[in-house]
T-cell receptor, first 117, second 115 residues
């Protein structure tokens, strides 16, 4: 149980285009989903917290107009990188916190490798 | 605010040797503590977690960790490592319970197991 998927697993796009990444909780409902960014040989940096049916909360320094987050249902959150540039190339990982459960545990997706040319 | 310090960025060991990956945290409130493992180009897999109760926590793949409140540490140990344990290991903290759900990660420790 507690499986989180991400799609696509990798994507290559041209500079200036937009890319959408999906994060799904497959066997549980998630009131909260988190989006992280991981640079090579670096730790995970929290970008934003996404709550179902409300606006995402972005961490300091993260451009909300650049990284659009939508959490339309209890099993799906999307991250759209708008007008992507090479510096946006990174490994993006989502996690989901089950609706039932008070132990703060998050379950992680397998990640999406974004390369912007 | 919470923070996590992983004291070693890289730990090379030989196969079948014991290993300890160190983690210290700072927080003004009670916390939950986690260790995750990340294999190349993959997401994070939970190894073990401390929520409450016994300070010695056993996880998957033969790993265990001990919560030491006085030293604010949560070191990860394994008595005998395998080549397949080569990966990046992250210590993380969240809290307080039912409050802030955000995870704060350490910078990671690359464990390399050599034959």
């Amino acid at each position: 149980g507690a499986v989180v998927s991400q799609h696509p697993s990798w994507v290559i796009c041209k500079s200036g285009t937009s890319v959408k990444i999906e994060c799904r909780s497959l066997d549980f409902q998630a009131t909260t989903m988190f989006w992280y960014r991981q640079f090579p040989k670096k730790s995970l940096m929290l970008m934003a917290t996404s709550n179902e049916g409300s606006k995402a909360t972005y961490e300091q320094g993260v451009e909300k107009d650049k990284f659009l987050i939508n959490h339309a249902s209890l099993t799906l959150s999307t991250l759209t990188v708008t007008s992507a540039h090479p510096e946006d190339s990174s490994f993006y990982i989502c996690s989901a916190r089950p609706r039932q459960g008070g132990n703060n545990e998050q379950f992680f997706g397998p990640g999406t490798r974004l390369t912007v040319l | 605010a919470q923070s996590v310090t992983q004291l070693d960025s890289q730990v090379p060991v030989f196969e079948e040797a014991p290993v300890e990956l160190r983690c210290n945290y700072s927080s003004s409130v009670s916390v939950y503590l986690f260790w995750y493992v990340q294999y190349p180009n993959q997401g994070l897999q939970l190894l073990l977690k401390y929520l409450s109760g016994s300070t010695l926590v056993k996880g998957i793949n033969g790993f265990e960790a001990e919560f030491n409140k006085s030293q604010t540490s949560f070191h990860l140990r394994k008595p005998s490592v395998h080549i397949s344990d080569t990966a990046e290991y992250f210590c993380a903290v969240s809290g307080p319970p039912r409050g802030n759900y955000k995870l704060t990660f350490g910078k990671g420790t690359l464990l390399t197991v050599n034959p």
